[in-house]
């Protein structure tokens, strides 16, 4: 059955019918549908007629076209154009938006805009043609092990009662569904040769410890976003199977592969790529700014999961900034992100370091609110830098203020006295794997030359 309660064309998508084809333009691509003759075509234009009216009673439809689009049915038809993200949920109230019509909204942001924007995932490219090596899967491995691990508390942190049995229920079946899939992981890495001690020590990847912050703020403060970026953590069942593909064929020992075919196949048989439709099912009326919102949250998110790529691959995280560029940002931006995460950590602190920290506060309060621009990989570094924080502050106090004191003696360029374990591993890493200079290629050298 189709997901909508009453479906519509969504916004911006426009079509034309030309022979026995029905193309559709969306802001950065065309789809087209063959169809087997034209009077199937016709049939097809005069239920998009309907679709952009948002008047569609599929019984009706069915009876009085259904003999020209056979051998399918209007509810085929309109399966594919969901499958492909072309489908919103109307709305009788303009300002008001139901939880259906927000995730398809999203959906259709996220495929048909926020995709084509960046450059095809290089990672996620090599899975999908199996061209990708058992270095980088074994990297890949250690980072799905730490968001698995962080996947509890994030989750925990969504367990309320939300006035509405239906979405209660439905947010706690999922935390209960995702429950114990670290312990897969891990055995997949100690199959990998790992012992426990390398696992424990391991920190992960900047990138993955941004997303689940990110995830973290969302379960905290706005169920939509963090709705939505479960829906896009957890992907398609199309995704798990071509993972599958790739560890059935990599020539990796069955101790290290056996455990994440397992949760693979958890994932496609829970149909767990479908969550985030089945919350949001739950919800009856969301607002236009919240939609805003989530699409903003979409955007960054992909940004940040997708850095981690190059890394994965085995090349240098953010070839674009070095130790300089990094300290310069940092020093416009640091006090921007203490304005961001001292209310956070002030609730938690004893009442001297809170009263330190009032203090500091104070002293930012004229300073605006922190904006990145994501397309610049300095910035989106401090993106992730401020999520990070935010996360330490909210959950491990004395490893937040640490590291805060770190980054300010980082900037003045005195000698610090912080060790490795002092500070937030992910940071403490991603400064350290940055490149003293800016990386010059043979080409720019012999431009230079």
């Not at 995730?103 to 995932?121: G, M, S």
């Not at 006090?335 to 809170?354: D, F, G, N, V, Y």
């Not at 360029?413 to 940055?434: C, F, K, P, Q």
């Not at 490149?435 to 050298?445: F, K, M, R």
Request: charged residues 25%; proline residues 3%.
């Amino acid at each position: 059955m189709i997901y909508q309660s009453n479906p519509c064309l969504a916004q911006d998508i426009k079509y034309r019918l030309d022979r026995q084809q029905l193309i559709f333009i969306t802001p950065s691509e065309s789809f087209t549908i063959d169809f087997e003759n034209e009077k199937m075509v016709q049939a097809a234009g005069e239920i998009l007629k309907y679709l952009k009216d948002a008047n569609v009673n599929i019984s009706a439809l069915n009876e009085r076209l259904g003999s020209a689009m056979h051998p399918y049915t209007v509810n085929d038809f309109l399966c594919i154009l969901d499958e492909q993200h072309l489908l919103s949920d109307a709305q009788s109230v303009s300002d008001v938006i139901s939880g259906k019509a927000f995730i398809c909204e999203i959906e259709n942001y996220y495929y048909n805009t926020v995709l084509p924007a960046f450059e095809q995932d290089e990672f996620s490219r090599k899975i999908f043609t199996k061209t990708i090596d058992t270095e980088s899967i074994k990297r890949w491995s250690v980072e799905y092990y730490h968001v698995t691990r962080a996947a509890e508390r994030v989750l925990t942190a969504s367990l309320r009662d939300y006035g509405n049995d239906d979405l209660t229920m439905a947010i706690r079946d999922f935390f209960f569904d995702e429950v114990g899939h670290e312990k897969l992981l891990r055995r997949s890495l100690l199959g990998f040769g790992m012992s426990d001690e390398e696992i424990e020590s391991t920190s992960p990847h900047l990138c993955t410890e941004a997303t689940m912050a990110m995830l973290l703020k969302a379960a905290h403060f706005h169920l939509p976003t963090f709705v939505t970026l479960v829906a896009l953590m957890e992907g398609t069942s199309e995704e798990s199977q071509a993972y599958i593909d790739v560890l059935e064929n990599s020539g990796l020992a069955p101790e290290a592969i056996r455990s994440q075919i397992v949760h693979e196949k958890i994932n496609i048989e829970g149909e767990h790529g479908n969550e985030g439709r089945e919350i949001f099912s739950c919800i009856k009326a969301l607002s236009v700014n919240d939609l805003v919102i989530a699409k903003k949250a979409v955007r960054e998110f992909y940004a940040v999961r997708r850095a981690i790529t190059p890394w994965l691959l085995g090349d240098i995280s953010f070839a674009g900034v070095d130790k300089v560029l990094f300290l310069q940002t940092l020093n416009e931006m640091l006090p921007q992100l203490k304005m961001s995460t001292l209310p956070i950590a002030i609730p938690r602190a004893t009442l001297t370091q809170s009263d330190k920290m009032v203090k500091t506060l104070c002293t930012l309060k004229q300073l605006p609110v922190a904006k990145f621009d994501i397309n610049k990989d300095n910035e989106l570094l401090m993106l992730m830098l401020e999520n990070v924080l935010w996360k330490a502050a909210c959950t491990d106090l004395a490893r937040y203020m640490n590291t805060l004191e770190w980054l300010e003696q980082l900037v003045q360029g005195t000698i610090s006295a912080y060790r490795e374990e002092d500070i937030i591993g992910s940071v403490w890493n991603a400064w350290h794997a940055l490149p003293a200079l800016p990386l010059v290629d043979a080409g720019q050298l012999l431009e230079q030359l």
